[in-house]
C-alpha cells in the first residue's frame, strides 16, 4: 500500500514538474560536488593537515540534503506555500539580525552564527524568501499594484539592508538592492516611483557612510583599489585573473592549478576561476550557459503565467540567480570590487548549498503543473 503511494505520487511529481529545469539544478549539484573535489583536496591535506576528503564529505553531504531539500520544496501545494511564506521569512530575518549580537567574526565582519556542526549565513536563507515575500506584496492588487505596496516592499528591503550594512556585508546589500529593483520593475511601477525610491534608497546608504566612516572604510580602500591598482592591495583578483589566463581553453588539468593554493577562500570566492584554471575556459563557459539557460525557461514559463503572485516571483528568482552568478564572475574576471560573492551550486559552504537548494525548490514548485485543487 505504501510502496504504491510514493509510486503513484512520484509519478505525478515527474509527470508535472519542469524537467528541463529540475535536470539543470541537478546538473549543478552534481558538477559542484566533483568541483569540490577537485578544488579542496590539497587546502585540506597540505594547508591544514586534515584528512584530503575532509572539505569534500562536507561539501557532498550538505548537496545530497541541498538536493532532499529541493524536491521537499518543489512538492509543496501552492496555498500552503503561501500561509507559510512571511512566518519563515520573519524567522529568517530573525537569525539574520541575531548575528549582530551572537555572530562569528570572521576577518573582520560578523557573517555567522555558530551552529552546533557548523556555520550558518542566515542571508542565504533570507534570499530566496526576500522575493517571494516582496512578490507577495506586490501582487495583492489584482490591476495595478498600489504605492502603499511599493513603498511597503521598500521598508521590507531596508531590514536586511541595515542588518547587512552593519555585519557588515555590501556585497549581499547590493544583490538585495538589484534584485528588488528587478521585482518592482517587473511589477509595472512607474518612473516616478523609480526615481522616488532611488532618491530614498541613495539618501539611505550616503547617510550610513557618512555616520559610520570607520565601519565602512573597507569599501573606500576596495573601490579605490579597484580603479587604481596601485593605491590597493588586489593580490586575490590579480591571482584569480592570472588563473583564467593560464587555464586557457581546455586547461592545466585537474590538480594542477596553483590558485587553490594560493589564495584564501579560493573554493568559495573565486571558484570559478580554479575551475578555468584546472578545466579550461570552455568548462566555465558551459557552466554559464547552464545558469542562462535555466533563467531564460524560468522567464518563459513566467510570462505564460497567469497569477501575478507566481510571475512576479519566478521573474524575481531568475533575477536573483542570474545577478549573484554574474556579480561571481566579475568579481573573478576583476570587472568588479571583490564582494566575498559565492557561485550558488558550485562554491563549497553548506549555507550557500542550502540557500541554492531552497531558491531551486521553490523555482521547481512555481514552474510544475498545476491543477485546481492545488491553487
Sequence with gaps: MLKNFFKKNSKNYWRNIDKTIFISFLVLFVLGIFFSFASTSSLAGERLDKDYYFFFSKHLIFAILAIFLMIL????????????????????LISLALVLFFGVEVKGSKRWLNLLFFRFQPIEFVKPFFIVVVAKILSKDNSNTSIASYFLSFFILTLPCFILLNQPDVGQTILLILSWSAVVFISGIKLIYIFSLFGITVIFVTGLLLAFPNKFSYIYQRIESFFDPTKGDRFQSNNALDAIREGGLTGQG???????????????DYVISVIAEEFGSIISIFLICIFLYVSFRIIKVALFEDEKFIKISLSGLATLLIFQTFIHIGVNTSLLPTTGMTLPFLSYGGSSMIGSAILAGIILNFTRRRFLNEN
Excluded: C, W
Design 73 to 92: 520544496i518543489s512538492t509543496i501545494q501552492l496555498n500552503f506555500f503561501k500561509k507559510i511564506l512571511v512566518p519563515i521569512f520573519i524567522v529568517a
Design 254 to 268: 585537474m590538480g594542477e592549478g596553483t590558485l587553490k593554493d594560493s589564495v584564501p577562500e579560493a573554493h568559495t
